[in-house]
């Protein structure tokens, strides 16, 4: 890892109608325009998704530097977060965050290390510890 801080820069192009173009060095453009609840089309990514996104890809990329730095053994991962969208004191925020991981293991004698290691992942998320959302880990361990 670089030193701290780091940066990050993204740009983003529009008209008065129609889809952002979100664009940054060396990334391909990204369509993105208001999702179905805010009148969108809803065949696009939206910030809503983009936000949730990060969210579980954070959590993945955190678990597999822990995994590794603890010599755990597994097969595969999957992480869906969902975000509840709420109107507080005015605003509207995510209130809640909720990230179902099925992870498969190879032995079964790992399956304790394999939760622990899962919630320090989600501990350690930078993008869920930059968010005042109330947040929800549901593991699912299976052995394969």
């Not at 030193?3 to 173009?21: E, F, R, W």
């Not at 995510?94 to 899962?118: G, M, N, P, R, Y």
Request: net charge negative; glycine share 6%; with cysteine.
């Amino acid at each position: 890892m670089l030193n701290l801080p780091h940066h990050y820069s993204i740009k983003v192009n529009g008209a008065p109608t129609g889809d952002l173009i979100a664009s940054a060095d060396h990334l391909p453009y990204l369509e993105v325009c208001p999702p179905l609840e805010f009148g969108g089309p809803g065949d696009k990514w939206s910030p809503e998704d983009l936000l949730m996104a990060a969210v579980a890809n954070c959590l993945v990329l955190s678990f597999r530097v822990i995994a590794e730095k603890s010599k755990l053994e597994w097969k595969s991962i999957e992480c869906t977060s969902e975000g509840e969208l709420n109107l507080v004191d005015g605003k509207m925020l995510f209130t809640k965050i909720t990230s179902k991981v099925s992870l498969v293991i190879l032995s079964q004698e790992d399956h304790a290390k394999a939760e622990k290691l899962l919630h320090r992942a989600e501990e350690s998320c930078l993008i869920s510890n930059s968010l005042s959302a109330e947040l929800t880990l549901k593991p699912l361990i299976t052995t394969g």
